[in-house]
């Protein structure tokens, strides 16, 4: 016979462990608080650079030159009226340096390059301003440059800079030697046009404190108050509705205490999710708000299959009491619930270590989320039931519908 695991034994102490846990979550949210996202708090959030200049290019031609740079080349797109339109190509591969591409780029009629770092600057290392216009003009346009061996700017320098401003969070994207920073500045609603207005106040602050032609706007996001408030909204009353309809769902498929306790086993889930969100600083956003949303349907799913094993234990094992048929339920799929949960494990640690950004903070909310929701399903939801089941008249015990049995002598 298979062993049968003592699982009830552990219900209390691991009860009392996710209490600290979600206190300590709850506590954060007074604390920290969350660091929302874009999607949920009004403002303008952008992602700089401190690099100096590489080199720059002007033009004053009577066409159109446009720059597109990409991982391993740059194009200058020669295109108007009175000239013929052509394409230079620059691959790194043949001019892997900038002193080698300033040289080259002289065969445009019209483009001037002028040096201002080393010549020896790794051409593949270059990058450009996202805000700035990518058609060559008499203003320079500047290609950027971080190096080893420049000194690190630290958050709190940053913070200097922008101490101005009344609402700013500043924090360290990347290795320090990045020189990347992720600035939020908060929007009331006051000012009308507050992306720009933002934006040029926060260009201002830092190109003051760290040098013109210094500050690099790798990606820039704005979101108003009103339409942030609207998403917020809609967030928790998508989770709050996903909850009711599994609520229903799981009363009409079991009774009422099989579904309280499969919905607090995803509350629960929900609540660590918080936790850990509230705690690491991990932006909360709508992808966020997605890998939340997912390890609730997971959770129910793992639990379905726990309570459905529970009702046939019952039928096959009648003398057994509730607590008995919980231990014999949870053992027996064990191992179905492990090779599951490490399947899907394996598919969200890829995410995890071969993305970035986004998509790399909902991996890491997944799986944190698969490991809470396998513990609720064992320690929460049936620590629920079998709580309940004490003060129950029946003691917790599944009733099924059985034939009376037939006597000899009397008629079926």
Same mark, same amino acid.
């Given at each position: ?9 552990? =219900? ?12 300590? *979550?709850?506590?954060g949210l007074f604390i920290k608080g ?5 999607? =949920? ?33 740059? %194009? ?23 002193? /080698? ?16 770092? #080393?010549?020896? @600057? ?32 630290? $958050? ?13 969070? $500043?924090?360290? $994207?990347?290795? #320090?030697?990045?020189? !990347? ?5 908060? %929007? ?24 013109? %032609?210094?500050?690099?706007? $790798? ?19 998508? @989770?709050?509705?996903?909850?009711? /309809? ?16 499969? @919905?607090?086993?995803i509350i629960h889930d929900a609540l ?15 992808? !966020?708000?997605?890998?939340? /949303?997912?390890?609730? *349907? ?41 090779? !599951? ?6 598919? @969200? /640690?890829?995410?995890?270590? =071969? ?17 809470? *929701? ?26 099924? %519908? ?11």
């Amino acid at each position: 016979m298979k062993r049968v695991i003592q699982f009830s034994k552990f =219900f209390l102490p691991m009860v009392i462990l996710s209490v600290v846990i979600i206190a300590c *979550g709850i506590a954060g949210l007074f604390i920290k608080g969350i660091n929302f996202g874009i999607d =949920f708090q009004a403002g303008l959030i952008e992602q700089i650079r401190i690099a100096p200049a590489a080199f720059s290019l002007t033009y004053d031609g009577s066409q159109s030159v446009a720059v597109s740079l990409s991982q391993n080349k740059i %194009d200058l797109v020669v295109t108007g009226i009175g000239g013929d339109n052509k394409t230079y190509s620059f691959p790194f591969s043949q001019y892997p340096s900038a002193g /080698l591409f300033i040289e080259a780029v002289k065969e445009v009629p019209g483009v001037t390059a002028e040096s201002l770092a #080393p010549a020896s @600057v790794p051409m593949d290392s270059v990058f450009v301003d996202s805000s700035k216009l990518t058609r060559l003009s008499e203003t320079p346009y500047f290609f950027h440059y971080v190096s080893m061996s420049m000194e690190q700017i630290s $958050v709190d320098e940053v913070r200097d800079a922008l101490s101005g401003f009344e609402e700013v969070s $500043v924090q360290s $994207v990347g290795e #320090p030697s990045d020189r !990347t920073f992720q600035i939020r500045l908060s %929007d009331d609603g006051s000012v009308e046009q507050a992306g720009s207005v933002l934006a040029s106040s926060l260009e201002n602050a830092l190109v003051n404190h760290f040098g013109e %032609d210094s500050v690099v706007v $790798v990606s820039s996001d704005f979101v108003g108050a009103r339409f942030s408030a609207s998403l917020a909204k809609q967030a928790v009353l998508l @989770v709050v509705g996903a909850l009711f /309809l599994i609520l229903i769902y799981a009363s009409i498929r079991f009774r009422w205490d099989f579904a309280f306790g499969a @919905v607090l086993a995803i509350i629960h889930d929900a609540l660590i999710m918080v936790a850990f969100i509230v705690w690491t600083r991990m932006q909360f956003n709508s992808t !966020t708000l997605a890998a939340v /949303l997912t390890i609730v *349907g997971y959770s129910i799913n793992d639990t379905v299959v726990i309570f459905d094993r529970i009702r046939e234990n019952k039928r096959l094992h009648p003398d057994k009491n509730l607590t008995e048929i919980l231990n014999l339920s949870q053992s027996e799929c064990l191992g179905r619930t492990l090779i !599951t949960t490490i399947t899907t494990m394996l598919a @969200v /640690l890829s995410l995890y270590f =071969f993305t970035s950004g986004d998509i790399k903070n909902f991996a890491l909310a997944l799986i944190v989320g698969l490991i809470s *929701g396998v513990y609720s399903t064992i320690y929460i939801a049936s620590a629920f039931i079998s709580f309940v089941g004490r003060f129950r008249k029946d003691k917790g015990l599944i009733k099924q %519908d059985q034939k009376k049995p037939v006597r000899i002598g009397e008629s079926l």
